[in-house]
């Protein structure tokens, strides 16, 4: 065996995979000590305040000591492994004598390289995992899926034969089906995949769950309870409370919405409007040619009705600048759309929305929000937006008051639509009707400029023919 230095040894520290992120946490390790990884090879996936990102490592070697365990949030610039790049084998994971050393994955011919994070980069053809190592079991108990798989036929009975280890495939599933079987406490390994590909859907992991659940007993039959009250059941008192721990995304909007509520100065304004005429235009965009296939919903006007207000309005667009004393107009608007997702709040913006079309606004309204369901939203898509759109009304509600996105002056709440009584031409009828707030930094934003932007969306609104003479 080559006797391993310390020289030989490189640690892989935890990157700063978006904009200045400060920590992220360790949701899975493809590896363990004694595999050997190869440069542009996945080792392990993490999650920081804004997305669930897979980490390559930059390096050949041998896997020496994996430094943290899963679940572990880890401050970025910190050691998370440490791989022996001198070809020794790490001295912890030895392999049985009987079993044939691995081999070296072979590397990609060129060298042409694809970056995928700062600092780091894969190989220009497609490189694969390294599988996990299973438990060592006879070759005769392995699956007679896996050894038809490899042989291309059931295999027939045999005598015993030496134990070897066999290697099992990591599932297929994507960052964010991992993490709901995580915190369901599912062995994806256990789950049966039906999407494509063999990939594990979140329905597959609810299977699980559903099937790993014992029936329930037949009820007894029990007396009625007497009127007065009794005590409350055991379980209420040995589990009254749950305690969940604040990591990534959710973290992150804490600390951002406490730091922006306590250093902008909010004000809201509130405003009633009849949409009725905006409903009956998204109804007939839906049967537009020019809209085929697109997304088209209420929230697509009333973007495009904002970013006609802020064209009429442009000091509304722009941020504070504390240690400059200055306040930053804008002269591009960054559209944000607070998204509700299972890994908590994001807003992910739409770059240079001003500039786009209804058409192409539909088209990137349409891609933010099947991506940000998806989870995966890159750190990118949520840096740098300008003004933000909250649309609460989908929950149900009227609506609220809205906290500004920290670095932004501006922010629009949308309440639910639903008919109202509402005087129209003189007479009570029924009318679609929402309830629209505006939160602005009362720094920058003074009473009249909000009060303008937020009176030009509901005119937009009430009559949409303005889209045509005002943009």
């Known amino acids: 065996m080559t006797t391993m230095t310390e020289a030989s040894v490189r640690e892989f520290k935890m990157p700063d995979v978006g904009e200045g992120l400060t920590e992220a946490e360790i949701?899975?390790?493809?590896?363990?000590?004694?595999?050997?990884?190869?440069?542009?090879?996945?080792?392990?996936?993490?999650?920081?305040?804004?997305?669930?990102?897979?980490?390559?490592?930059?390096?050949?070697g041998v896997v020496r000591d994996l430094h943290f365990p899963e679940g572990t949030t880890v401050d970025v610039g910190t050691a998370i492994i440490s791989v022996d790049v001198g070809g020794g084998s790490a001295p912890a994971a030895e392999e049985p004598a009987?079993?044939?050393?691995?081999?070296?994955?072979?590397?990609?011919?060129?060298?042409?390289?694809?970056?995928?994070?700062?600092?780091?980069g894969v190989a220009t053809s497609s490189t694969r995992r390294r599988p996990r190592k299973g438990p060592e079991v006879p070759v005769q108990q392995a699956s007679t899926a896996i050894q038809t798989e490899l042989n291309g036929h059931a295999p027939a009975p045999a005598a015993p034969a030496p134990a070897a280890p066999v290697t099992a495939e990591r599932p297929l599933a994507k960052p964010p089906v991992r993490k709901l079987a995580k915190d369901l406490g599912v062995d994806l390994a256990t789950v049966v995949p039906t999407g494509p590909d063999g990939i594990i859907t979140r329905e597959d992991v609810h299977a699980a769950v559903a099937a790993a659940e014992p029936k329930a007993p037949e009820p007894a039959v029990v007396p009625a309870p007497a009127p007065a009250a009794a005590p409350a059941p055991a379980s209420y008192d040995t589990a009254r409370e749950t305690r969940i721990p604040v990591k990534g995304v959710r973290k992150a909007t804490a600390a951002a919405m406490v730091g922006s509520a306590f250093t902008a100065p909010h004000v809201t304004e509130f405003v009633t409007v009849d949409v009725t005429r905006t409903m009956k235009l998204v109804e007939e965009l839906k049967e537009d040619k020019e809209f085929a296939g697109l997304?088209?919903?209420?929230?697509?006007?009333?973007?495009?009705?904002?970013?006609?207000?802020?064209?009429?309005?442009?000091?509304?667009?722009?941020?504070?600048?504390?240690?400059?004393?200055?306040?930053?107009?804008?002269?591009?608007?960054?559209?944000?759309?607070?998204a509700a997702t299972p890994r908590g709040l994001i807003v992910p913006n739409i770059k240079d929305a001003h500039a786009k079309t209804l058409p192409q606004l539909a088209e990137s309204l349409g891609e933010l929000v099947s991506t940000a369901r998806e989870g995966k939203t890159s750190p990118a898509a949520m840096q740098g937006?300008?003004?933000?759109?909250?649309?609460?009304?989908?929950?149900?509600?009227?609506?609220?008051?809205?906290?500004?996105?920290?670095?932004?002056?501006?922010?629009?709440?949308?309440?639910?639509?639903?008919?109202?009584?509402?005087?129209?031409?003189?007479k009570v009828k029924p009318r679609q009707v929402t309830t629209l707030a505006l939160s602005f930094d009362h720094r920058l934003v003074d009473g009249e400029l909000g009060s303008k932007v937020l009176a030009d969306v509901a005119a937009i609104l009430e009559q949409p023919k303005r889209l045509i003479t005002w943009a």
């Open 295 to 338: 997304r088209v919903n209420p929230l697509l006007l009333i973007a495009k009705a904002l970013l006609v207000a802020i064209r009429r309005n442009p000091d509304v667009n722009a941020s504070w600048d504390e240690a400059a004393q200055e306040i930053v107009v804008k002269h591009y608007v960054n559209l944000g759309i607070a």
């Open 98 to 120: 009987a079993a044939p050393a691995a081999p070296e994955e072979p590397k990609a011919e060129g060298s042409g390289r694809q970056p995928v994070l700062v600092g780091y």
């Open 385 to 426: 937006g300008t003004v933000t759109i909250t649309n609460v009304g989908v929950f149900g509600v009227d609506t609220g008051t809205p906290i500004l996105n920290p670095g932004e002056s501006a922010i629009l709440a949308v309440g639910a639509i639903k008919p109202q009584p509402w005087v129209h031409k003189g």
């Open 27 to 60: 949701l899975k390790w493809f590896v363990q000590p004694g595999d050997r990884v190869t440069d542009g090879q996945v080792v392990c996936e993490v999650e920081t305040a804004k997305a669930a990102v897979e980490l390559p490592i930059p390096y050949d």
